[in-house]
């Protein structure tokens, strides 16, 4: 800084200058540094947005495809609707473990077929043109099935 006995300096001027205040050359220190803490902060605050965004989906990481699948169609309607119900609801699914309803009905579906499962089957759906379509015919391998008694009265009565 100047001394008050130099020529250069006005008598009227401050002999103190905070480092905030605008140089003579034009730069502004101040201006600059305000400039980058507005960046980081705005950068700052949208990362954590998007992280508390994604909290449901890390917190659903292990859980079934189908429920995670949910989770995230949640989390990203919240996201650009901005309704925060579709991210609670996202959220408590997240924080809930559903039972697994499939896997013990795909046990059952896959026991009962290998249980009903034959070589060949005695008739098949064929259209033979000779009746309507899907009419029982028989297969090309095997005999046609006898007629069983019924036991009824009206078999008793031919004749």
Known sequence: MATTGDPAVHPMAPHFIPSWMPNADG???????????VVLLVLGAGVFYLRLHALPEQMAHGVGSTQIQIISILALLA???????????ALLLAAINLPDFLTPLQRISNSLERATESPLPPFEMQNTGNGPAGTPTVAHNETPPEPQDTGSPASDKEG
């Open 79 to 89: 996201l650009f609707t901005h309704n925060n119900t579709f991210w609670i609801l």
């Open 27 to 37: 730069s502004d220190p101040f201006l600059i540094a305000m400039a980058i803490f």
